[in-house]
Nanobody
């Protein structure tokens, strides 16, 4: 199954921005729907955003207007641009192919002053 490597996390102040990336070496990347999830300590993993192979997107209500998901099929990469970050966005962020259970190691995002 296709597995991703997530990167781009870090410590940022409230109101700041980060861009996360998830990359895979798998083939046929362009046909898959890719989802970003996040998991904060003590909470269940939640869906943040998803993108189809044609670029159709969906977002959790909590991130609409602040986060943008995009993909570069030539680079086998999906991005998550996160703007106007809030402390409640603090979590480990993961991506995966929709409908599968193969997770990467995630990338930590911490929003704190």
């Amino acid at each position: 199954q296709m597995q991703f490597v997530e990167s781009g996390g870090g410590l940022v102040q409230p109101g700041g921005s980060l861009r996360l990336s998830c990359t895979t070496s798998g083939t046929m990347f362009r046909i898959f729907v890719i989802d970003w999830y996040r998991q904060a300590p003590g909470l269940q993993r939640e869906l943040v955003a998803g993108i189809t192979g044609l670029g159709n997107t969906n977002y959790a209500d909590s991130v609409k207007g602040r986060f943008t998901i995009s993909r570069d099929n030539a680079k086998n990469t999906v991005y998550l641009q996160m703007n106007s970050l809030k402390p409640e966005d603090t979590a480990a962020y993961y991506c995966k192919v929709r409908g599968t259970s193969t997770w990467g190691q995630g990338t930590q995002v911490t929003v704190s002053s």
